[in-house]
């Protein structure tokens, strides 16, 4: 089985950085996605990390530790348009290669 | 961009009937497709993996008879919920793999409402 953990809730103001930590333990690990998912929308891919460390694309920055079965995702210059929940998913290492979600962290941006 | 499109996105109907939903990829070919069940103020879980020409692998939990999948093209695969019930009221979500690039993309979501 896997267990994949989010905070539930967070709040940040306008302009701030966040961190939205996940940890996961889970056999045959393959990766970890980030997604951000707007209510009543699909999740919509933001980043990905099969090896240790860092990835930065623009505001969004993902790492990953996979000796810890860690990964947070970081996110400067917050805008009110960020507000929504941020969902980290592992892909398993088996035939179909499906991706299991965490517990989802509601992120709410106040002016 | 690679598209997912779900049909209907939204749905009304009345317990114990059946609901069929839709998922088709639109420029690409997906072998495998994913549906996935959310739950208000929850994340997504999924429910089963859905491989063109062969059945479907449903994950623990997760009646196989009440939620049928058939995927019987590249392009295309369906979930029926059979003898709905309000407590099936849910968003579905599908994601389909790209065959070639091995990408994964999702769908809009159909709302599933039973009265």
């Known amino acids: 089985g896997q267990n994949i953990d989010q905070p539930t809730e967070m709040t940040a103001t306008e302009g701030a950085i966040v961190q939205i930590n996940c940890t996961y333990q889970?056999?045959?690990?393959?990766?970890l996605f980030w997604y951000q998912q707007h209510a009543g929308e699909a999740p919509t891919f933001l980043s990905y990390?099969?090896?240790?460390g860092l990835e930065e694309k623009g505001r969004f920055s993902s790492f990953l530790s996979r000796s810890k079965g860690y990964s947070y995702l970081l996110l400067k210059e917050l805008q009110m348009k960020d507000s929504a929940s941020y969902l980290c998913a592992v892909r398993k290492n088996t035939g179909f290669q499906k991706l299991v979600f965490g517990t989802g962290t509601r992120l709410l941006v106040s002016p | 961009g690679a598209v997912v499109s779900q049909h209907p996105s939204w749905v009304i109907c009345k317990s114990g009937t059946s609901v069929k939903i839709e998922c088709r990829s639109l420029?690409?070919?997906?072998?495998?497709m994913f549906w996935y069940r959310q739950f208000p103020k929850q994340s997504l879980m999924l429910m089963a993996t859905s491989n063109e020409g062969s059945k479907a692998t449903y994950e623990q939990g997760v009646e196989k008879d009440k939620f049928l999948i058939n995927h019987a093209s590249l392009t295309l695969s369906t979930l029926t919920v059979t003898s709905a019930h309000p407590e099936d009221s849910s968003f579905y979500i599908c994601s389909a793999r790209d065959t070639a690039s091995y990408e994964q993309y999702f769908g809009p979501g159909t709302r599933l409402t039973v009265t």
């Open positions: 420029d690409f070919q997906a072998t495998t």
């Open positions: 889970t056999s045959g690990f393959n990766g």
């Open positions: 990390n099969v090896l240790d």
